[in-house]
């Protein structure tokens, strides 16, 4: 049973940064594949960026892809998403998530988080 709990969230102006925790507990953090979903209101969850189980490798959404960054630290059972160059867009409920494999799929992980607020003003 792996338990996660997003942390980071909050209200930035258009352009700035945040950077999202995903603190989890239990001993099986690093055979966990990690990943980052986000809700706006009315529309569907959508993957945002995904971190292999070593860390090694890394996916994002194209809507993302050079503006967010997504590390892990097995040492510490944190998952981290680092967001730049924020757009109101980008507002969201941004979710963390773990799974044998995660990929943008969002039926496909096994634990979730409870969610944190994003708010990109403009």
């Known amino acids: 049973q792996v338990q996660l709990v997003e942390s980071g969230g909050g209200l930035v102006q258009a352009g700035g940064s945040l950077r999202l925790s995903c603190a989890a507990s239990?001993?099986?953090?690093?055979?966990?594949?990690m990943g980052w979903f986000r809700q706006a209101p009315g529309k569907e969850r959508e993957f945002v960026a995904a971190?292999?189980?070593?860390?090694?490798?890394?996916n994002y959404a194209d809507s993302v892809k050079g503006r967010f960054t997504i590390s892990r630290d097995n040492a510490k059972n944190v998952m981290y998403l680092q967001m730049n160059s924020l757009k109101p867009g980008d507002t969201a409920v941004y979710y963390c998530?773990?799974?044998?494999?995660?990929?943008?799929?969002?039926?496909?992980?096994?634990?979730w988080g409870q969610g944190t607020q994003v708010t990109v003003s403009s």
């Open positions: 239990g001993r099986t953090f690093s055979r966990n594949a």
């Open positions: 998530a773990a799974g044998v494999i995660i990929t943008s799929n969002p039926s496909q992980p096994t634990y």
């Open positions: 971190i292999t189980r070593s860390g090694h490798n890394t």
